[in-house]
């Protein structure tokens, strides 16, 4: 049983004559008897009572005729969802990020939010290291990353450059100098993320290279509570920049310059490269291109090389 039978099938009911039904669609009356032959083949059932001049259905002509009915406006209206899916007038964006990439994520939201009002967006926090599993898994379309995966299985958007930065209290001492050396840090307090990272070894092993004592004392879950608590006046702290932007620029928090601390990173968008995106992430990207292009430096996109 096909759809173009069904409406073939209404046709004539509607009509209540295969002639009228054939001027209807546009096709020859032979052509229109045989599309019902065959659909009666198709459900062992007669549908016409052909003995009657008013094209009358049978009984399982009229019960089919309320399941066409149905299923064709199924079709109208998958067909309408489909559209406004297209026009970007429905739809979910899914993206995934941990805490620190999550804050590039705010404004390239706030503007695709504002374009398009009438998408979903949901950001799923997971570790950064369970993001491509997640990709191939089709769990979300999109990943933030402050790594590269492999080039063979994703496709990958430099939109961000970051650094570290270690802050502090404003009224800390160390907060008036110009510069302080990983040796001035040893007696200091630090206010650690407890979440293991390439980054949190990069740190340990630059204190080891210096032979300078890295005090850890003090660990918290999030970055969001790190710089709250600095910002208390207890402590320094190791953060990247972004994450700290806003308390830079209203003075909450301050930032001390390290040399041997300075670290910089990338933050990627990544997809699967083997894969359709969806409209609704698709006009993503481009509200994230046109983000760099508006913002400038650190904002920027560059679609990665595979090889």
């Known amino acids: 049983m096909e759809l173009n039978q069904l409406e073939t099938f209404l046709a004539v009911a509607e009509e209540r004559s295969f002639s009228r039904a054939a001027v209807r669609l546009h096709r020859t009356q032979p052509a229109v008897s045989q599309v019902i032959r065959k659909l009666e083949e198709s459900v062992g059932e007669v549908l016409f009572d052909r003995a009657a001049r008013d094209g009358s259905l049978t009984a399982a002509g009229a019960l089919l005729r309320d399941y066409a009915l149905r299923l064709l406006a199924l079709r109208r209206e998958a067909s309408s969802a489909l559209d406004e899916l297209k026009n970007l007038e429905r739809g979910r964006l899914q993206l995934a990020a941990n805490e620190y990439t999550c804050a590039y994520l705010l404004p390239a939201i706030d503007a695709f939010r504002r374009a398009y009002p009438q998408v979903d967006v949901t950001v799923h926090r997971m570790l950064a290291s369970r993001i491509p599993d997640e990709l191939n898994l089709h769990a979300f379309e999109l990943g933030m990353l402050s790594f590269r995966p492999d080039p063979a299985e994703f496709r990958t958007i430099a939109v961000y450059s970051d650094s570290l930065v270690l802050v502090a209290n404003p009224s800390h001492a160390l907060a008036r100098a110009r510069q302080v050396s990983i040796a001035d840090l040893g007696s200091e307090t630090f206010i650690a993320h407890n979440v293991a990272s390439p980054l949190r070894r990069r740190v340990i092993e630059a204190f080891q290279r210096h032979r300078t004592p890295l005090n850890m004392s003090i660990e918290l879950p999030t970055i969001e509570a790190i710089k709250r608590y600095v910002a208390m006046g207890n402590g320094v702290a190791l953060v990247p920049h972004l994450t700290v932007a806003h308390e830079l620029a209203t003075g909450e928090l301050a930032a001390i310059p390290v040399p041997e ?28 291109h046109d983000l760099a292009r508006s913002q400038g430096p650190p904002f920027y996109y560059h679609v990665e090389k595979a090889g």
């Open 261 to 288: 601390l300075d670290v910089k990173r990338i933050l990627r968008l990544a997809h699967r490269r083997h894969g359709a995106l969806s409209h609704a992430a698709q006009a993503f990207l481009r509200v994230v």
